[in-house]
């Protein structure tokens, strides 16, 4: 095999549970795919790395686009002292009890702001 294979859409994923390990399948402007398979640690640490990295290459001047979860969840942990908030399957953001308190007020301020706000015209 040679250079480098160029992804251009990631086209499936899986967890394979007793091997704790994540598949993810990409797919090159060929159609040839490409399988990689790393554990769930790596790619646990993977995830902020690629997000640290592709924030750099944005454009400037592209748009960006807000993110709109399809569902969300507010629940606490079993076995610690933590608030989770939790948007579609993504694995839930935890916050202590502190946290949590401040980000319910910022969070009801800005509703408050945006529900008086008038609905902007659309072009």
């Not at 790395?49 to 944005?58: C, I, K, P, R």
């Not at 592209?62 to 908030?85: C, D, Y």
């Not at 009801?108 to 008086?116: I, Y």
Request: glycine share 6%.
């Amino acid at each position: 095999m040679s250079g480098t294979f160029e992804a251009q859409a990631l086209v499936q994923t899986r967890a394979r549970r007793k091997q704790h390990r994540l598949e993810m399948t990409f797919v090159d402007a060929d159609g040839r795919r490409q399988t990689i398979s790393l554990p769930a640690a790596v790619a646990a640490d993977l995830a902020q790395v690629l997000t640290s990295l592709s924030a750099g290459l944005s454009e400037p001047g592209k748009a960006q686009f807000t993110r709109m979860p399809r569902q969300m969840a507010v629940g606490s942990a079993k076995h610690e002292r933590l608030v989770l908030i939790r948007f579609d399957d993504e694995p839930p953001y935890g916050l202590d009890p502190d946290e949590a308190e401040t980000l319910w007020r910022g969070v009801r301020e800005e509703a408050e702001q945006v529900a008086r706000l008038k609905a902007p015209m659309r072009q």
